[in-house]
């Protein structure tokens, strides 16, 4: 289960330490090739929801990899599950209706859940 973790954590957390710099960084203009939903939220949200993702793939990571508050990595896949909840929303109601990646994400954080709670 161990080994199991780390690859799906590890596989999560690059991608949310990869897109969450971008909504913190980039412009709108920048962000709408890769994520046509950017204009429907307020940008302070937007970056706020990278600083989320950052904060959330740290939590996947150290944790477990420093043996300190084991609850940290449960709680952060857990997030991961209700944003991409959140995220298939917000993709369903408006015009992009892309949400595959979003449910391969939750998914993905569904099962770090359980393999960081399993013994």
């Given at each position: 289960?161990?080994i199991?973790?780390?690859?799906?954590?590890?596989?999560?957390?690059?991608?949310?330490?990869?897109?969450?710099?971008?909504?913190?960084?980039?412009?709108?203009?920048?962000?709408?090739?890769?994520?046509?939903w950017?204009?429907?939220?307020?940008?302070?949200?937007?970056?706020?929801?990278?600083?989320?993702?950052?904060?959330?793939?740290v939590?996947?990571?150290?944790?477990?990899?420093?043996?300190?508050?084991?609850?940290l990595?449960?709680?952060?896949?857990?997030?991961f599950?209700?944003?991409?909840?959140?995220?298939?929303?917000?993709?369903?109601?408006?015009?992009?209706?892309?949400?595959?990646?979003?449910?391969?994400?939750?998914?993905?954080?569904?099962?770090?859940?359980?393999?960081?709670t399993?013994?």
């Open positions: 289960m161990n199991a973790y780390w690859i799906v954590a590890g596989l999560l957390a690059l991608f949310y330490l990869y897109a969450g710099p971008q909504k913190v960084i980039r412009s709108r203009d920048q962000l709408r090739p890769m994520m046509a950017v204009d429907r939220i307020p940008l302070p949200a937007l970056r706020a929801l990278g600083a989320v993702e950052v904060l959330g793939a939590g996947l990571i150290l944790p477990p990899l420093v043996g300190t508050a084991p609850w990595a449960p709680a952060a896949a857990i997030g599950v209700l944003l991409q909840i959140g995220a298939i929303a917000v993709h369903l109601t408006g015009e992009d209706r892309r949400i595959t990646l979003n449910v391969g994400l939750t998914a993905a954080a569904a099962v770090t859940v359980w393999l960081s399993s013994p």
